[in-house]
């Protein structure tokens, strides 16, 4: 359903929202995000607004918007029923390497920092520049109230995702590529350059 012909040069892995709709977006020169009908196949809308390549999307916890990140350094809020944009987000000086959306937007960068937004008006609410290299992914907790920020520098860092303050920091060994957490435990997954996964246990976090 999702070909290349379709989305112009390719199509990263999807996300699919509450309502089985399907996101599809090209890293490429297309610039566009596509919202498919999982039943019918069809084409619901075709969003357009970024001025350079797409690379990261996610979407909000109640599947009605998409957060999108590009390597201009800007995301933009898509209402997912709509196709209509929202806000755009500037402020990074590096290419968006990760993103995640609950009641805020929480992006990472190339320029090594993350920042925390709010999702209704756009406002940057938080900086958070403890890492020493790029940045390569981030991912809410399930509760919504910790960060968690892989990055070039081997650190995995937990943040307070409402005052952007770093709450703990990790040495994985080599550069941190990616992260997720655990939807029940207080423990993340790290995907690691040298092909380790390591299992972090982040007890003790309020």
């Known amino acids: 359903m999702c070909s290349s012909q379709a989305c112009g040069t390719g199509v990263l892995p999807a996300f699919v ?21 999982v039943a019918t196949g069809r084409t619901v809308h075709v969003l357009r ?15 009605s918007r998409l957060v999108t990140g590009a390597g201009d350094g800007t995301l933009c809020v ?5 196709g209509d944009r929202q806000l755009t987000l500037s402020g990074h000086r590096g290419g968006i ?16 920092t993350l920042r925390i937004w709010d999702a209704d008006t756009g406002e ?15 991912a809410l907790s399930p ?13 995995v860092v937990l943040w307070d995702a409402a005052t952007g303050e770093k709450r703990a920091e990790y040495w994985v060994g080599s550069p941190a590529l990616s992260v997720t957490w655990h939807p029940t435990r207080r423990r993340i997954a ?8 390591h299992l972090l246990e982040v007890e003790g976090l309020t």
């Open 124 to 138: 940057t609410l938080a900086e958070m520049t403890g890492h020493s290299q790029p940045v390569h992914a981030c």
């Open 17 to 37: 929202n509450s309502s089985v709709t399907v996101i599809a977006f090209c890293p490429s020169v297309d610039r566009t995000v596509r919202v498919w009908d």
């Open 143 to 155: 509760d919504g109230r910790h960060v968690a920020s892989a990055s070039e520098d081997s650190f």
């Open 78 to 82: 898509w209402d997912l029923e709509t």
């Open 49 to 63: 607004g970024h001025g350079a390549a797409l690379s990261v999307a996610s979407i909000s916890r109640d599947g």
């Open 97 to 112: 390497s990760g993103c995640a959306f609950a009641d805020r937007i929480v992006s990472a960068a190339r320029d090594g």
């Open 190 to 197: 790290v995907g690691a350059a040298r092909g380790n996964l």
